[in-house]
């Protein structure tokens, strides 16, 4: 799943796997996508296009 920093724009594909892993173990707000920090300038990735495990999309 791609997923782009609000910070500095770079694209990163985190593998669904995971995606779904985090999703899953997040019991918080399901408006909110899983969210990673960017390693290159630590703002907030957000995923481009992926339908949360609880049936949630999110698309930026």
Same mark, same amino acid.
């Given at each position: 799943? &791609?997923? /782009? =920093?609000? !910070?500095c724009?770079i /694209?990163?594909? *985190? %593998?669904?796997? *995971? /995606? &779904?892993? +985090? #999703? @899953? @173990? #997040? #019991?918080? #707000?399901?408006?909110? %996508? %899983?969210? +990673?920090? =960017?390693e290159? =300038? !630590?703002?907030? @990735? ?5 339908? !949360? *495990?609880? !049936? ?5």
């Amino acid at each position: 799943i &791609e997923y /782009v =920093c609000l !910070g500095c724009k770079i /694209v990163e594909k *985190v %593998p669904k796997e *995971v /995606v &779904e892993y +985090f #999703d @899953m @173990m #997040d #019991d918080g #707000d399901t408006s909110i %996508p %899983p969210r +990673f920090s =960017c390693e290159s =300038c !630590g703002a907030e @990735m957000y995923p481009k296009d992926y339908i !949360g *495990v609880h !049936g949630e999309h999110y698309k930026i």
